[in-house]
């Protein structure tokens, strides 16, 4: 009987595997190199920012244009009228003479006007609307590339560990052929050694796609159509402190910028409310005149001059407008409750959303110290299921089932201590106002 002990290999020389998918996914043709550039490519490419300023400047022309209805309004014209057809009387034709020029210059000033004056209020509180509400998209943006951009260095990680996991893989096969060719391993546990090497090619396969697809996600939030990476001097350590120089930490949920601007909505839907009611008061303006007429004989003017010139006031007061009033306070007030209540569901929305996210900074925190504990264990359970395969006393089902675990297990870590981040990081964008 043989008794010889079955060979061994030396675990400190593991063979040097090469597999042409240990290269790694092509990097990105554009990388951010700092979150500076993040913000400063979210300012200049943003659609969303740009229709927020845009609408800011809608806003801000139409409480121009509301203040103008209060302001003098100074008109000037003139006409050249010459007859075509005229008739014979005496020495000269009828109408004498054919030809006839008139210039006028036309002023008005609003005395009372009630409902011009309390527009101009109104429009102002609708500038305001805008103005908050570009201050919540700035918010709302820099949360979204902040999060695709830790996204981009999360995958990129997996796809690393994915990658030294099939190295692993292909060691450990190779390992399984050697001892199968010297008898100390048999054509199964070569199978179980391929078959987790295919597993590995597969979840690689998969890594690497959600590598491209967070690229594209980062590069849509930055304003481009192509993926962008991220440069690997960034930390997301940085991203912490260039978020607390472009965002304030608010000390109440009601100073949110998005709750702020459903306040003053509010407010303008009120004021929308009262302003029918200054339609039904008589309006008085100042009108004066100032006209020229190329008369033939100006003693048949009113003053015996070709210059005429008049002041006087204006009286107005609309008694009946077919309705057009009743409607608009019909309007105005359905448009009243519908902004409080959009007000009282933004409350609820983002109580809700606070609630959440600092509820999910304790769960992710609990999350990756689980996740830190497995990963340990199945550090050590792998190491120690490969020194007994190795020596020949282990099973191919134990090593490859431990190597299969430290794998989940070292990306679950890694995804876990990212999630721990991005909770972090809504929670602080939660109570915080931002200007990128």
Not at 24 to 51: E, F, Y
Not at 90 to 106: D, E, S
Request: proline share 3%; net charge neutral; hydrophobic share 40%.
């Amino acid at each position: 009987m043989d008794t010889t002990a079955p060979p061994t290999l030396s675990p400190d020389v593991l063979p040097v595997v090469k597999d042409p998918m240990l290269e790694p996914v092509a990097p990105a043709a554009n990388a951010v190199t700092s979150w500076k550039d993040v913000l400063r490519l979210v300012h200049q490419r943003s659609t969303a920012l740009h229709i927020a300023a845009a609408d800011v400047d809608q806003a801000s022309a139409l409480e121009r244009r509301a203040l103008s209805s209060a302001l003098p309004t100074l008109t000037v014209g003139g006409s050249l009228n010459r007859a075509l057809a005229s008739e014979a009387s005496g020495a000269y034709p009828i109408p004498h003479p054919p030809t006839t020029v008139t210039a006028g210059l036309n002023f008005d000033q609003p005395l009372v006007n009630l409902s011009a004056w309390y527009s101009v209020g109104t429009a102002t509180e609708r500038t305001k609307v805008a103005e908050l509400s570009q201050k919540d998209v700035e918010r709302t943006l820099l949360a979204t590339a902040a999060q695709a951009a830790v996204g981009v260095i999360t995958a990129n990680r997996v796809a690393e560990s994915n990658r030294v996991s099939l190295a692993s893989d292909l060691s450990t096969l190779d390992l399984t052929k050697r001892r199968a060719a010297l008898g100390a391993a048999t054509a199964v546990d070569v199978l179980r050694a391929a078959q987790e090497v295919a597993t590995a090619r597969a979840q690689l396969v998969n890594g690497d796609e959600s590598l491209r697809q967070a690229r594209e996600t980062l590069g849509a939030a930055l304003g481009f159509t192509a993926g962008w990476g991220v440069s690997t001097n960034l930390r997301v350590e940085d991203l912490e402190r260039t978020t607390g120089s472009a965002c304030r930490s608010i000390g109440s949920l009601d100073l949110r910028s998005d709750l702020l601007s459903a306040e003053h909505n509010v407010r303008a839907a009120q004021r929308d409310r009262h302003a029918v009611d200054y339609l039904y008061v008589p309006t008085l303006d100042l009108v004066s005149a100032l006209g020229y007429t190329d008369y033939l004989y100006p003693q048949s003017s009113a003053n015996g001059s070709l210059t005429q010139w008049t002041v006087g006031a204006q009286l107005k007061w609309t008694l009946f407008d077919g309705g057009d009033r009743y409607g608009q306070s019909r309007y105005t007030d359905a448009a009243e409750v519908i902004a409080r209540e959009q007000l009282t569901q933004k409350k609820r929305d983002a109580s809700l959303q606070l609630t959440q996210a600092d509820r999910a900074v304790l769960v992710a925190q609990e999350n990756l110290d689980v996740s830190t504990e497995a990963r340990d264990i199945a550090k050590e359970s792998a190491r120690l299921s490969r020194l007994a395969f190795i020596n020949g006393n282990g099973t191919s089902f134990d090593l490859v089932d431990s190597a299969r675990r430290l794998r989940e297990a070292e990306i679950d870590l890694l995804i876990k201590q990212f999630q721990v981040f991005q909770a972090r990081l809504i929670a602080y964008l939660s109570r915080a106002n931002c200007s990128i």
